[in-house]
């Protein structure tokens, strides 16, 4: 079964950090880019940051430039997201996904591999 499961998320004060883990089975992890998407209540989701499949290049969203850092370790299939300042904009359920393109801002459910997603809630 190909899946990726993240695990990480949880509530943090503004200004905070946390870092979001998703480890990847049952394909081989890196002949796939990798991405972390958001979406909150109301709101459509948003591509936040990817990287390809040797994590030579990577894209960040404008409004995470500068805070987030994308990383993957493809020894043991893991890809994660630092995220720094936190704020409470970034509330939203976070989405681990892999693809078979680059770059991966219009990889959506029904295509590619999805996981189930990680609540981030930031306070103020």
């Known amino acids: 079964q190909e899946q990726v499961v993240e695990s990480g998320g949880g509530v943090v004060e503004a200004g905070g950090t946390l870092t979001l883990s998703c480890q990847a089975s049952g394909f081989t992890f890196d002949d796939y880019s990798m991405g972390w998407f958001r979406q909150a209540p109301g709101k459509e989701r948003e591509g936040v940051s990817c990287i390809n499949w040797n994590g030579e290049s990577t894209l960040y969203s404008d409004s995470v430039k500068g805070r987030f850092t994308i990383t993957r370790d493809n020894a043991k299939n893991m890809v994660y997201l630092q995220m720094n300042s936190l704020k409470p904009e970034d509330t939203a359920m976070y989405f681990c996904?892999?693809?078979?393109?680059?770059?991966?801002?219009?990889?959506?459910?029904?295509?590619?591999?999805w996981g189930q997603g990680t609540q981030v809630t930031v306070s103020s």
């Open positions: 996904a892999a693809g078979g393109r680059w770059p991966l801002w219009g990889l959506v459910p029904g295509r590619g591999i």
